[in-house]
């Protein structure tokens, strides 16, 4: 996962030329929603764009552990069930 260049934007890509089989170029998903994040960092210094993009991965990063944590808490309490989870470590991500 990359904020900037493999982010939720691509794999909902990948979704839609999975269903339809449609690139961008034939009206599947929008092509600058793929490059909105490259074109954001193009303005920038190769080191101030590498800095944004290590410390926006970091925050994305604990965001998804985060809230995969909670997650679980709450489906444990809605459903009531003590259910065995697979737990990514850091590592995995």
Sequence with gaps: YCSFNHNCHHFSD???????A?????????QWCLDHGQCALSN???ADAKTI?????KIAK?????FGKFN??????????????IVLEDEDL
């Design 14 to 20: 990948e979704l839609v030329q999975f269903l339809t």
């Design 22 to 30: 449609k690139k961008p170029v034939q009206g599947g998903f929008p």
């Design 44 to 46: 920038l210094t190769q």
């Design 53 to 57: 993009t290590n410390a926006s991965n």
């Design 62 to 66: 604990v965001m998804l552990v985060s």
């Design 72 to 85: 679980r808490e709450r489906v444990k309490i809605l459903s009531g069930e003590n259910r065995e989870w």
